[in-house]
Structures are given as structure tokens and as C-alpha cells.
């Protein structure tokens, strides 16, 4: 109990930090799955539909649309994950703004996350209404998505936020975004099925939150669900973001507490 | 100025802090007593700053003995933190956001209602004299501005003791004192204050007992006037030469002053009457570029008791 009334103090700061920006975020969301589906699921798609049989018999703008969905929940929280927790922590030191009063390490952290996974819901409710305006929706179960998208979210956030609070290399978030987020999101079943890929990089897309994500949401969009294997999706991206959030408090009572 | 029940607030003993190899505060003993106004006083890198962060709780203690209101700040960091009101070196406030958002954010951490912020944050800034900035975004306010709000910010949850870290560092005089008034309103009021500051005037408005630190360690504990009584003369003398600086003083200072120290840029003659100090010496012929005559300061203290200045 006394724990979440400690994380969620900071949620105040955090929002009273969004209200700045909101308006462009709320845009941005609307106009980001927009363009997306007009070029990939309309324009692209139709030249794909015209060439080959996605399993399942399905049309390219179904298919594509919930690993946009995904992916779109790994950008935002990627983003709001790395500069955000390095400002925190260097240049506006907010962090230590809020460990000067009773909250504690776990409070930040947690609280920060808190946050991050509120913007994630907004982000992923305003993508669901899109996509089912494009009529990329086939189930009512799509409603799933959302807290699937706050998951792969956060197993996002959450090592990236254990890296920032670790690393004195502010740069290194560029590379991340270069040669770890773009090639998950290129690599990861969002526009190609991945047995497309050597069989070496399909084992290695099943050990990527992104794929069990996208495959995920792409289950419940289509209403075509084994249980099976969601359990194995949910479990494994649990699993990941519980490693890497105890990962984070590490490095953030490591860089905070010394 | 002893606590009324001589439980002290804060009680240090044998404490010490580590980084690897570097001892940055080395097994050092003191008291906060309520009320009072207790200062470090030491140059930078004299571990200040690693003692307020231990008693805020958020620097393990590497051994010793540490209670703040009678806690352990390992185990009872939040009902610690809580109670004090810090004021860091380096500002935490948000730049963006607006003077009063700032304080009622940082009242919310403390769990604060917010009917009950509105009204204490009025007070606060009137307090600081920021009323007029209330809505105004932290960015453009001035360095002077910025610190009397984060002293307005610490003082939300009503502590029972402020520390302030080198609350005056960077800003320029006028703004100083301005800050130093506010201070010392609040010691008036009864709030116990602890500070550290390399600056010795800081030390001797605001400090009812201060104890000198140098590498880690207490050198001297007392208060102003009894550290320059104990440790200084009563006036000094400050010649300064151009290039005729004579090599060997005693020559000329012999049975008129009782002690010199020779920096690169003055020399200063310790003397308990410093206008004979300076006549004998025109008598015996010494002709400095510049003779001043002042009292004995903290810095003098200090100069006596490491060799080398507060302020490098």
C-alpha cells in the first residue's frame, strides 16, 4: 500500500512536465498511424495483396496494422525512457529533487515507469481507434491490445532506463536507436512475416520483446488466438520487464544513492 | 543554545565516509542541538558535502555512528527525510515549469494536500520575496531568485531542521545578503539551521558554533569569536610589496607582532594592536607598497590552523 502511494507522488511532476507538450504528443499520435497505414496498409498494401497469400488469408493492411501498433508502443517508450531519465538524473536533476523529501529510490523509479506506462495507454488507445477506422480490425478481443502495448512498452523502457541511469555516455542513446530499436523495428514481424528471415535471426527474433508483441497484438486484431501460445507471449514479456525493472533499480541506486 | 531536552537532533560519532580508496570524511564527532545555527566551514573537497549528504539520506554511511532526530538514516530514511529541509549545492528546480508549480509539486512529494500547498505557498513566497514571479516560468529568474526559491521549496513540510549546502556559492554580493537576511529571519524564528560554506563571512553572520573542517577531518569546534580568539590575534596587519619584498621577516617584525604568515601575494602580521604593529614597523624603516589594518577573521583561522586559504 505504502508503496504505490510513494510511486505515484511523482506522477504529478511527470504530468505537470507532459501538460507542456501535450499538444504536439496528441497530434503526433493521431497523424503517426495515419500516414502509417495510408502508405503501408493502403498504398503498399496493395500491391503486396496482389502478389501473395499472407497465412491466414488476410489483406497486408490487417496484417501490418498491429505490428505498427507494437512498435509504435517500443518508439514512445524508448523515447520517453532515455533523454527523460538522463535529465532526471544530470541536467535538471529532478531525481534528486524527489529524494530529498520521504520518497525513495524505488519510489522514482517505479513512479517515472508509472508515467511512461500512462502514456503508453493514451498512445495505444488512439492507435486502436485508427486502425479499426481503417478497418484493419476483425475482433472485438483487438480491445487487448492496449494493455499488450503498455507491456511491450515497458519491456522497453525498463532496460533502457537501467542503462541510462548507468551510463556517463549520453550519446549512447543514439546508437541504441540506430542499431538496436531500427533493426527491431525492420526485423521483427512488423512488415514481413519473420519466417521470411535465416533461420538463425527467427530464433533470434523470439528473444526480442518486439516480436512476441507484435505477434501478439497481430492474434488479437485478427481474433485468430491460440491460447498457448499468448501465455507464451505474456509470460515472456512479463518476465523480461520484471528482469530488467529489478536491472534499473540497480543502476538507479547505484547513481542516485552514493 | 543547548537543546531544551540535550537529546541532540543531530549526533554524530566516529563517523566516516568512503569512496574505494578516498576517505572523505575521516571518523569525525558532532552535535546539533534545536535551534541553534551549526556550520561547516572548509575549503572545497573537505568533505562538507559528503556529511549533508549522509545526514539527508541519501549517502550510506561507510562506518560509525549517524542519528538524525534519533533515527538510523540506513534503516529510517523516509520518516528521516521527511523532517529536514535540504537546500543542495546545485538547484533542483524545473526549469519549465512555473515559481508556484514548483513548490506545490515538490509539497506533493511530501504528500501535502493541495488546498493545504495553496496557502503555504503564498506565505512561502511572500517569505522570499517572489509573489510577483508566482506564475513566471524558474528559467529567466536570476541565480539570487532561483536559491530563494529552492530555500522557500525546502521549507514546505515545515522541517525542523534546513540543511543548506553552500546556500550563497556563485551568487554575487547583493544577492548574497539578500539570501542571508531570509536566513537568518528563519534562525530568529527558531528553525534550526546546518550549513556548510567556504565563505568566512557566511560563517560568522549566520553561525551561533561551527566546528572547521580540512581532508575530511574537524580541526577546531566553537564558536566564531571563540575560533579567532583561540587561534587568531585580534587585528591583523596586511602588507603588500612590490618587488622590494624583504626575504626574512623577523628582522623586522622581532618583538612586534606575535605571529607571520607569508603568502605569495601579502604578508600578514598577527598582532593584538595593529596600528602600533604598523607604526613600529615605519620606524624600523619598512616600506610596504600598501599597509591594511583589519580584525581577524574565520579565513585567519583557518590559515592558522591548515597553512593555506579557505578559498584557493
Known amino acids: ?258 | 543554545m543547548a537543546g531544551h531536552d540535550g537529546q541532540p537532533l543531530i549526533h554524530a560519532r566516529g563517523l566516516v565516509k568512503r569512496f574505494g580508496e578516498l576517505v572523505a570524511v575521516d571518523a569525525i564527532d558532532f552535535d546539533l542541538q534545536r535551534g541553534e545555527a551549526f556550520g561547516f566551514l572548509g575549503p572545497n573537497g573537505a568533505g562538507k558535502t559528503s556529511t549533508m549528504r549522509m545526514i539527508g539520506c541519501v549517502s550510506p554511511v561507510t562506518d560509525g555512528t549517524l542519528r538524525v532526530f534519533g533515527l538510523d538514516p540506513a534503516r529510517d530514511g523516509v520518516k528521516i527525510r521527511g523532517r529536514l529541509g535540504v537546500v543542495p549545492q546545485l538547484d533542483t528546480l524545473d526549469m519549465e515549469l512555473t515559481v508556484r508549480e514548483n513548490l506545490i509539486i515538490y509539497g506533493r512529494y511530501f504528500g501535502l494536500p493541495r488546498r493545504e500547498l495553496g496557502k503555504r505557498t503564498d506565505e512561502l513566497l511572500e517569505f522570499v520575496e517572489l509573489t510577483e514571479r508566482a506564475n513566471d516560468k524558474v528559467e529567466p529568474l536570476s541565480g539570487g531568485m532561483k536559491r530563494r526559491l529552492t530555500i522557500a521549496r525546502s521549507l514546505v513540510n515545515d522541517p525542523e531542521v534546513m540543511l543548506l549546502d553552500e546556500p550563497t556559492t556563485g551568487l554575487d554580493p547583493q544577492a548574497r545578503h539578500v539570501v542571508w537576511d531570509r536566513l537568518y529571519r528563519l534562525k530568529r524564528q527558531g528553525v534550526t539551521l546546518l550549513l556548510t560554506t567556504h565563505y568566512m563571512d557566511e560563517a560568522e553572520q549566520l553561525c551561533d558554533r561551527l566546528v572547521v573542517m580540512d581532508r575530511g577531518r574537524i580541526v577546531a569546534e566553537g564558536s566564531p569569536r571563540e575560533l579567532i580568539e583561540r587561534y587568531s590575534t585580534r587585528e591583523v596587519v596586511e602588507l603588500r610589496f612590490d618587488d622590494s619584498r624583504p626575504e626574512d621577516f623577523s628582522y623586522w617584525t622581532d618583538g612586534l607582532v606575535s605571529r607571520v604568515e607569508s603568502l605569495p601575494d601579502r604578508v600578514l602580521l598577527y598582532t593584538d594592536d595593529g596600528d602600533a604593529a604598523s607604526h613600529g614597523l615605519h620606524e624600523r624603516g619598512l616600506v610596504p607598497e600598501s599597509v591594511l589594518v583589519r580584525r581577524s577573521t574565520l579565513e585567519d583561522v583557518f590559515l592558522h590552523l591548515t597553512g593555506r586559504s579557505l578559498i584557493e
Open chain 1, 1 to 258: 500500500m505504502n508503496t504505490f502511494v510513494l510511486a505515484a507522488r511523482p506522477l504529478e511532476f511527470f504530468f505537470a512536465q507532459y501538460r507542456r507538450v501535450w499538444r504536439g504528443t496528441a497530434v503526433s499520435s493521431v497523424a503517426t498511424p495515419v500516414f502509417f497505414l495510408l502508405a503501408l496498409g493502403v498504398g503498399l498494401g496493395v500491391f503486396v495483396d496482389r502478389a501473395t497469400d499472407l497465412p491466414g488469408d488476410v489483406s497486408y493492411l490487417e496484417f501490418v496494422a498491429p505490428g505498427l501498433l507494437a512498435a509504435a508502443a517500443m518508439q514512445v517508450a524508448s523515447f520517453e525512457s532515455s533523454w527523460p531519465v538522463l535529465a532526471a538524473i544530470k541536467w535538471t536533476r529532478q531525481y534528486h529533487a524527489m529524494l530529498a523529501t520521504p520518497l525513495r529510490v524505488s519510489d522514482v523509479l517505479f513512479g517515472h515507469q508509472a508515467f511512461i506506462a500512462t502514456r503508453l495507454f493514451m498512445t495505444a488507445v488512439v492507435y486502436l481507434v485508427v486502425i479499426t477506422a481503417f478497418g484493419a480490425v476483425a475482433s472485438p478481443l483487438a480491445i487487448l491490445t492496449v494493455p499488450v502495448a503498455v507491456l511491450v512498452g515497458l519491456s522497453f523502457s525498463a532496460p533502457l532506463a537501467a542503462w541510462g541511469a548507468k551510463t556517463e555516455l549520453e550519446t549512447s542513446f543514439v546508437a541504441i536507436f540506430r542499431f538496436v530499436i531500427l533493426p527491431l523495428f525492420l526485423f521483427s514481424g512488423v512488415f514481413f512475416p519473420i519466417t521470411e528471415l535465416p533461420t538463425a535471426l527467427q530464433w533470434f527474433a523470439h528473444l526480442t520483446p518486439l516480436w512476441h508483441g507484435v505477434d501478439l497484438c497481430r492474434q488479437l486484431t485478427l481474433g485468430d488466438v491460440a491460447l498457448w501460445s499468448v501465455l507464451v507471449h505474456v509470460l515472456f514479456l512479463v518476465a523480461w520487464t520484471a528482469v530488467c525493472l529489478a536491472l534499473a533499480l540497480r543502476s538507479y541506486r547505484r547513481r542516485l544513492i552514493r
